[in-house]
C-alpha cells in the first residue's frame, strides 16, 4: 500500500484509475484521469483525498486535499490543488515560501501548511470552509498510529 493511506483517490471508485475500477475494467484510459465527483484532474491519486469516499455520495461533499508529510492534508483551493513549490513568498508572513495555490490568474505562496489554512479559510471559492472533517477520522487512526502522525485539524 502506498503511504498515503488507504482512503485516497488511488482507492476510490469514483476515480477512474483506482484499484478498485482497474481490478473491473483494465483498459480504462490512463491519461488525463477526472474524478466522477469534483470533476477534478487528480495528478497524485495516492496523496489525494475528499470525504465521497466515505460518504460514497455522487454529489461534492466538502473539498478535495492533498497530503503532505509535513502538513498533514489540506485542502484544494476549489478545484486548484495545492503544490510544493519554491521561489514564492508566503503571503501571509512574507517568509519562504514551500506551498503554492492559483487563486485565478495569481499564484499564492505560504511558507507552510498552517498559513495556508488561515488564507484558505477567509478566501473559500464556495462552502469549503465547512468540511466536515470527522470524516477521516476512522480510517486514519490505526495509520497515524502507525506512522506516529497527528489527526487532521478542523481550521474553523
Not at 495545492?82 to 512574507?94: F, N, S, Y
Amino acid at each position: 500500500m502506498p503511504n498515503g493511506g488507504v482512503d485516497n483517490c488511488g482507492e476510490c471508485e469514483f476515480y477512474p484509475l483506482s484499484t478498485v475500477r482497474l481490478s473491473v475494467s483494465p483498459t480504462l484510459p490512463r491519461e488525463g484521469a477526472r474524478c466522477d465527483i469534483p470533476g477534478v484532474v487528480v495528478t497524485i491519486p495516492f496523496w489525494t483525498y475528499c470525504a465521497n469516499l466515505h460518504t460514497r455520495s455522487r454529489q461534492p461533499d466538502g473539498p478535495v486535499f492533498t497530503g503532505f508529510h509535513e502538513w498533514g492534508r489540506l485542502p484544494w483551493h476549489g478545484s486548484n490543488e495545492l503544490q510544493g513549490a519554491r521561489d514564492v513568498t508566503c503571503v501571509e508572513c512574507g517568509a519562504d515560501g514551500r506551498l503554492s495555490v492559483c487563486d485565478g490568474e495569481q499564484t499564492i505562496g505560504f511558507c507552510g501548511g498552517e498559513h495556508y489554512v488561515a488564507w484558505w479559510q477567509r478566501k473559500p471559492p464556495g462552502s469549503e470552509a465547512s468540511y466536515p472533517w470527522d470524516l477521516h477520522e476512522s480510517m486514519l487512526e490505526s495509520w497515524r498510529r502507525a506512522e506516529g502522525h497527528d489527526a487532521p485539524r478542523d481550521p474553523g
